[in-house]
């Protein structure tokens, strides 16, 4: 069975700066996905960005971005220039052809102005 | 593209009523939907694979006969809970995807239940 562990149950950060969220995971598959979600205070999920565990390069989308370290299995999401739309827990999730998806606790995140 | 709705996004029913709850994929097919189940500041928790034609699998733990889930056409599950208690009372959320796994999921809003 497949775990997903996210060691930081809250953050916070100062508006326009940098943030980083861990996220590590644990399969004995090769082939996978990992995603992150947010749900913000609306409770709405919404995918922030994804990464194929076959692709080296970290994937990007505008200020968030990914550190993928498959060897070991860390997949961190780093944002930048923080914005007060950006308070929102944040799911790590791993899904794969054989298995159902599997989500972190959750890292709460607040943006401070 | 690939929205998911769910519907109602609020309902209150007095215990021992039943209540439906509706996800439809608007704007792709969806032969598989999962059903979630949330506490405050908590992960999802995962009830149960809608299957379209076929039974639902159900996590370890659920009541099947409690949460009863049909999965009738490829656009739209529905989860009833059942003779619902005030233990029932908690955020369920639905979610589907147009292309899994590598597409990722998407969710629909939620349904917050209270059952008084």
């Known amino acids: 069975a497949q775990t997903v562990t996210q060691s930081q149950p809250e953050m916070s950060v100062q508006e326009a700066e940098t943030v980083t969220l861990s996220c590590t995971y644990d399969?004995?598959?090769?082939?996978?996905?990992l995603f992150w979600y947010k749900q913000p205070p609306s409770r709405q999920m919404i995918l922030v960005i994804r990464q194929e565990a076959y692709k080296q390069q970290n994937a990007t989308e505008n200020r968030f971005s990914v550190n993928f370290q498959k060897a070991a299995k860390s997949f961190s999401l780093k944002i930048s220039d923080s914005q007060l739309g950006d308070t929102a827990m944040y799911f790590c999730a791993f899904t794969s052809v054989k298995s159902k998806s599997t989500f972190g606790d959750g890292t709460t995140l607040t943006v401070k102005p | 593209g690939a929205v998911v709705s769910q519907h109602p996004s609020r309902v209150i029913c007095k215990s021992g009523t039943s209540v439906k709850i509706e996800c439809r994929s608007l704007?792709?097919?969806?032969?598989?939907m999962f059903w979630y189940r949330q506490f405050p500041k908590q992960s999802l928790m995962l009830m149960a694979t809608s299957n379209e034609g076929s039974k639902a699998t159900y996590e370890q733990g659920v009541e099947k006969d409690k949460f009863l889930i049909n999965h009738a056409s490829l656009t739209l599950s529905t989860l009833t809970v059942t003779s619902a208690h005030p233990e029932d009372s908690s955020f369920y959320i639905c979610?589907?995807?147009?292309?899994?796994?590598?597409?990722?999921?998407?969710f629909g809003s939620g349904t917050r239940l209270t059952v008084v």
């Open positions: 704007d792709f097919q969806a032969t598989t």
């Open positions: 399969t004995s598959e090769n082939n996978y996905y």
């Open positions: 979610s589907a995807s147009p292309n899994p796994p590598s597409y990722g999921y998407t």
